[in-house]
């Protein structure tokens, strides 16, 4: 019984990954039709189960982007969407706001992040007509685009719970 559970959490999830083409273990990006300032945001992506994207390296940083040329979010001039990162509203010291860590590898634009007038404590990816995609601190309370995340975990952990409880959420 336990090993035809396992069995199909694998295969739902195998399923549920083969729509993005991407590995099974490996998190899953996109990016919603809709703009929303960056707490609202994460607050958008959480309702879907996921959360604003937390980018660990450049294979996720590619991934990302990926996910904002397939929902067509490209603008020649220029292209701004909200990732999980901030400030904590000062410093330069940056924080993944799903998890609380400290951004490490990093893929700032050039003198980015330069926190321009004072106000910019969020981080988003960015195109410019000048320098190719980016990473920039922007004022959180523009309404952009942004990046969803939805890890293995979470979507095993969203599996389980649907057979368990069905449309019955037990953490109502
Ligand atoms: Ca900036």
Not at 11 to 31: E, K, M, P, T
Request: aromatic share 12%.
């Amino acid at each position: 019984m336990k090993q035809a559970l396992l069995l199909m959490l694998f295969l739902s999830s195998a399923i549920y990954c083969s729509d993005f083409n991407l590995s099974i273990r490996g998190s899953i990006f996109i990016v919603p039709d809709v703009t929303a300032n960056w707490f609202q945001a994460g607050e958008y992506c959480n309702s879907l189960g996921m959360r604003l994207a937390v980018i660990d390296n450049a294979d996720e940083n590619t991934q990302a982007i990926h996910s904002i040329l397939d929902a067509g979010k490209f603008a020649e001039s220029t292209t701004e969407i909200w990732i999980g990162g901030s400030n904590l509203g000062q410093g330069t010291d940056y924080y993944w706001q799903p998890t609380g860590a400290k951004f490490e590898e990093t893929f700032w634009g050039i003198g980015e992040p330069n926190n321009l007038g004072g106000v910019e404590s969020c981080a988003q990816l960015r195109h410019t007509p000048t320098q190719d995609w980016h990473w920039n601190d922007k004022q959180c309370t523009l309404a952009r685009n942004f990046v969803c995340e939805s890890t293995f975990v979470s979507r095993v952990v969203s599996y389980a719970l649907n057979v368990l409880y069905g449309d019955e959420t037990p953490f109502n």
